[in-house]
């Protein structure tokens, strides 16, 4: 969703799932998924050696990086529209069954463990 499509007038895809139900996601502060990332390299094993000689297989390891704060989609299209001042022209959509998913919610108690992480656990449109 862009904001501009809403300043712009233009319609916005809103969607739901099944019978009216809500698609409602776990929104992520981009500068969490930053920290994330730098977080991880900074405390994974080498793989090389010096000179490029291989010592071990690269290190795998998987983190779920998050909000843990689902929110419907419908509110967070009603809090742009307070922050921009401007009614969005929602176009109510079944969603799609091959696209996304009726609900997500981050675990991000192995990345907050293994990475320290202080995870800014706020979400933009309760007014942070």
């Known amino acids: 969703m862009k904001k501009a499509n809403i300043l712009k007038g233009k319609s916005i895809p809103v969607f739901e799932w099944g019978n009216h139900g809500t698609v409602v996601h776990d929104f992520t502060y981009i500068d969490d998924i930053v920290k994330g990332c730098l977080g991880a390299l900074d405390t994974a094993e080498k ?22 704060s689902p929110v419907p989609v419908s509110d967070l299209v009603s809090f742009l529209e ?22 997500t ?24």
Do not use: Y
């Open 47 to 68: 793989s090389t050696g010096s000179g490029g000689k291989k010592e071990g297989a690269a290190q795998f390891r998987i983190f779920i990086l998050g909000n843990t």
């Open 82 to 103: 307070k922050l921009l001042k401007v009614k969005a022209k929602r176009r109510v959509m079944k969603s799609p069954r091959n696209g996304d998913v009726p609900f």
């Open 105 to 128: 919610h981050a675990n991000i108690s192995l990345a907050q463990r293994e990475l320290s992480l202080g995870i800014n656990q706020r979400w933009i449109c309760k007014g942070s």
